[in-house]
């Protein structure tokens, strides 16, 4: 049995990114609690505050950025913290050589109906070492990022973390409180045929995406010929677990639903973790036609339009949205 523990004390993975994964994941130790806790715990509905994107913020949100943050400002190795919940960063250990940026609690409107919900995390190289972190040392493209993951809060514990060149999972076991390696080195097969997405956005989106839904609806009776079924969990990190375990099309496409956000997802603590996670276990992460990795940010809350997973039907929808552009 492999133990976090264990595989993260190993020559070939830095101390501080470690150690700083061991923070993050503690602290997911306790967020599980809380949630299994649910109604109980008098913890759930609104905070009766709003996060910086304007959506209306779960009690749970807010315990959950607070814990975080309180951790990693404690640990050395942490220079600053972003958070979906914070309108700037928070400068954390100038001598520290990381940044971290997290999504407390993805899926949040799933909290009140006992449905899944996680904490996606990712980890940047900090190159100021010995100043005090500012919010633009964060913006980074995402192939830089040193790690990536998530905590997924469904009906039990689970981490997948990239942190080498394999994608790795592990499972919370209740008793011991230890993460357990349950998967060495996850793949996602090129080909799939199942998508997810929010339909109902779909007088919203560009023609290309359109087409290409249109086309998987009329499965094998269209030119696709076969038939596609649809899965959508309304929390990023379920449906990317998903893919990790199964496969899949994942996408919150561009979309002119509000002209002021391009998408919905945010690139820097949502895109650009998955991202990284997907393409080292095989799949493709992009804007529809762009590589997300390799989107250079301008801000740390900017949204992206997301397609990502299986590599062929990611590869697919990209030459629509190529030839529609070319027509
Ligand atoms: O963080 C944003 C998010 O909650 C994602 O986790 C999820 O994929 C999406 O929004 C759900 O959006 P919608 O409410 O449109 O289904
Ligand atoms: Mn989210």
């Given at each position: 049995m492999t133990t976090l523990a264990h595989y993260l004390n190993?020559?070939?993975?830095d101390p501080a990114l470690s150690d700083v994964i061991t923070t993050i994941t503690d602290v997911g130790k306790t967020i599980s609690q809380l949630l299994r806790k649910g109604a109980l715990a008098d913890i759930l509905g609104e905070a009766g505050n709003q996060n910086v994107q304007g959506e209306d913020q779960k009690k749970l949100d807010v315990l959950a950025n607070d814990l975080l943050l309180d951790a990693l400002a404690q640990n050395a190795h942490c220079a600053g913290v972003a958070s979906e919940e914070l309108d700037h960063a928070t400068p954390a250990?100038?001598?520290?050589s990381l940044l971290v940026l997290f999504d407390p609690l993805d899926g949040s409107s799933n909290i009140d109906i006992n449905m899944a919900v996680g904490t996606i995390f990712s980890i940047l190289p900090y190159q100021r070492q010995g100043q005090v972190s500012t919010d633009s040392d964060f913006l980074q493209a995402g192939n830089q990022q040193l790690a990536a993951g998530y905590l997924l809060y469904g009906t039990s514990t689970m981490l997948a973390l990239t942190v080498a060149d394999t994608v790795v999972m592990f499972s919370l076991d209740p008793d011991s409180g230890d993460y357990v390696l349950i998967e060495e080195a996850v793949q996602i097969d090129a080909d799939t045929s199942e998508y997810a997405i929010n339909g109902s956005n779909y007088r919203y989106w560009r023609a290309p995406m359109q087409q290409y839904i249109d086309e998987l609806i009329d499965g094998h009776t269209g030119v696709r010929g076969r038939d596609f079924n649809t899965r959508w969990v309304a929390a990023m990190v379920g449906d990317v677990h998903r893919i990790l375990c199964r496969g899949g099309l994942f996408t919150y496409p561009f979309d002119t639903k509000d002209i002021k956000k391009p998408g919905k997802l945010r690139l820097m603590y949502e895109a650009n973790p998955m991202s990284l996670l997907i393409e080292r276990a095989g799949g493709s992460a992009t804007d529809a036609v762009n590589r997300i990795l390799d989107i250079e940010p301008t801000d740390i809350h900017q949204r992206v339009p997301v397609v990502l997973g299986s590599k062929n039907e990611v590869e697919y929808v990209k030459n629509l949205h190529v030839q529609h552009a070319n027509a």
């Open positions: 190993t020559p070939t993975i250990n100038a001598d520290g």
